[in-house]
């Protein structure tokens, strides 16, 4: 009788320990997949609200020369809004439908890419394998046809 008492006292926790073990196992993933997606959702939103800005702002500067500064300028504000560092100038490219991007009538894109890297990975490893996933949002705007065009 003793014999069955104690083989049965020594199972005793081996479930709990066995689900927190489980718990950890499955947990640990789905938290990390959780950051994963959070930040790639503000990559968005950073991209999309970044793309929309600069071609707005192009298309209302007086000459291309103030529409690229004040374009690189809303880059840089809808990028820092959701906490990222990239480099505006570097993460805008704009493009034109006509020569002259103010021509009235024209077109004017504005494509914005933001690299996110994957969270908790170190940088010697960042050096050697491409941990990131690139955002890519492309905005086009009409320049008003009846702007007055500057001599």
Avoid: I, K, N, W
Wanted: overall charge negative.
């Amino acid at each position: 009788m003793r014999r069955r008492v104690q083989a049965g006292a020594s199972d005793a926790g081996s479930a709990l320990v066995e689900f927190l073990g489980v718990a950890l196992v499955l947990l640990v993933p789905v938290v990390y997949l959780v950051l994963v997606l959070g930040r790639l959702q503000a990559a968005t939103f950073a991209a999309e609200g970044a793309a929309r800005e600069a071609a707005r702002v192009y298309v209302a500067a007086p000459d291309a020369s103030t529409g690229e500064a004040r374009a690189v300028t809303a880059v840089g504000v809808a990028l820092r809004d959701q906490d990222f560092d990239d480099d505006a100038s570097a993460a805008l490219a704009v493009g034109c439908s006509a020569a002259s991007c103010l021509q009235p009538g024209a077109e004017v894109t504005a494509t914005v890419q933001v690299r996110v890297p994957l969270p908790f990975v170190p940088a010697f490893v960042r050096d050697v394998v491409p941990l990131e996933v690139p955002v890519r949002a492309e905005r086009t705007a009409a320049v008003d046809a009846y702007r007055v065009v500057a001599p």
